[in-house]
């Protein structure tokens, strides 16, 4: 069922989402997901929709698509995990080119008071858990590539994060920090937003591991991640929901009104769980419960209707602050995240999954 179809998002409605938008980190999650299935296969027709698709990242002029000269934005660094799988696959210049850019612009990239990158120019002063993901692992995968020694900057951010967005109480990390405390949702002490989003949590998990792969043969401080992954995923673990085996939209609050088992988030800590036991670094069980919430996200979401697969359960999009649409009502309540729409076979979750099943075929 998964692999058939992922054949139809990759050759049908991939194609079709990057004709209708301009490229964004959305895409990233697929190039890398259609990789990690050619991995886990050893079928490399799995990379040819990357191929087929990279003008929409790539211009003719060698120039990254949906890219602003100047513009700090770490959404978009994320592009640089496509330029380093294309580069790995053609070997094109072009491709070479556009990584040394994308990683040319963290040596200037704006820091909060904690040493971290903040999210956007948009965004000042904050970490978001969705920028670990965007920024870490092609941060990490550069270093690895060039020999740069400035590891320890990439662990003391996870460090940081940790330290921002970390809630004791729920064994839970919140979706964002200013440490400006000036953004309406910031609480005026801690500056934290003031619910779990799931994806929020997955995004996270999923830097430490992936970064934890590349960093290990270059940096012993790489073992620190190690602690903070397998504390993070205890915490969520604790809110599995037994009913549907997989995790609520905002994390904590199955008793709100209309709280709802979401896909791209489930299938993220699906990804964390296995692929870390799969590297050593987390008991094998862990693997198992990884397994058991994908399934279990086929069992409930995944539907053949007449033109085939399509997948369901999926935040559409969810973010903090007013963003370029100048909205009001991203105030980071539960209740906002719970507002935000679903939609149907949105990128998030078909490459989480991807991502994720990649990781069960390789048990």
């Known amino acids: 069922m998964w692999l058939a179809y992922f054949k139809q998002f990759l050759n049908e409605i991939f194609p079709r989402f990057l004709a209708e938008k301009a490229w964004n980190y959305k895409d990233d999650l697929c190039v890398k997901g259609a990789d990690d299935l050619a991995r886990a296969t050893g079928d490399e027709s799995w990379r040819q929709p990357i191929l087929d698709n990279a003008t929409h990242l790539i211009l003719q002029d060698g120039s990254i698509a949906n890219w602003k000269p100047g513009e700090h934005n770490i959404d978009k660094v994320s592009?640089?995990?496509?330029?380093?799988?294309?580069?790995?696959?053609t070997g094109d210049v072009r491709y070479a080119n556009a990584v040394q850019q994308a990683f040319q612009t963290l040596n200037d990239y704006p820091r909060t008071v904690t040493g971290n990158f903040w999210h956007k120019d948009i965004y000042p002063n904050q970490v978001w858990l969705d920028g670990l993901y965007m920024g870490m692992p092609f941060y990490a995968r550069c270093l690895a590539e060039t020999g740069e020694n400035r590891w320890d900057d990439i662990i003391d951010q996870f460090q940081n994060a940790h330290k921002l967005l970390w809630n004791?109480?729920?064994?839970?990390?919140?979706?964002?920090?200013d440490c400006s405390r000036k953004a309406e949702w910031a609480d005026p002490i801690s500056g934290q937003s003031p619910a779990v989003w799931l994806r929020a949590?997955?995004?996270?998990?999923?830097?430490?591991?992936?970064?934890w792969q590349i960093a290990k043969d270059h940096t012993a401080r790489a073992s620190e991640l190690v602690p903070l992954l397998q504390n993070a995923l205890d915490g969520i673990l604790k809110y599995q929901v037994s009913e549907t085996k997989m995790f609520l939209q905002v994390v904590d609050r199955a008793d709100l009104p209309g709280n709802y088992s979401e896909t791209s988030g489930s299938a993220m800590v699906a990804y964390s769980l296995m692929k870390g036991a799969r590297l050593g670094i987390l008991p094998e069980a862990y693997g198992e419960r990884g397994s058991e919430i994908l399934d279990a996200i086929r069992d409930r979401y995944l539907v053949k209707e007449n033109d085939g697969y399509h997948l369901y359960g999926i935040c559409a999009s969810a973010g903090l602050g007013p963003g370029p649409d100048n909205r009001?009502?991203?105030?980071?309540?539960?209740?906002?995240?719970?507002?935000?729409?679903?939609?149907?076979?949105?990128?998030?979750?078909?490459?989480?999954?991807?991502?994720a099943v990649s990781e069960q075929l390789l048990r």
């Open 79 to 89: 592009f640089g995990k496509s330029l380093q799988i294309l580069y790995g696959l």
């Open 168 to 177: 004791e109480n729920l064994g839970l990390y919140m979706h964002a920090n």
């Open 201 to 211: 949590e997955g995004w996270f998990l999923m830097a430490m591991v992936d970064t």
């Open 328 to 355: 009001t009502d991203r105030d980071g309540t539960p209740a906002y995240y719970l507002s935000e729409k679903q939609m149907t076979d949105n990128q998030h979750g078909t490459a989480a999954c991807m991502m």
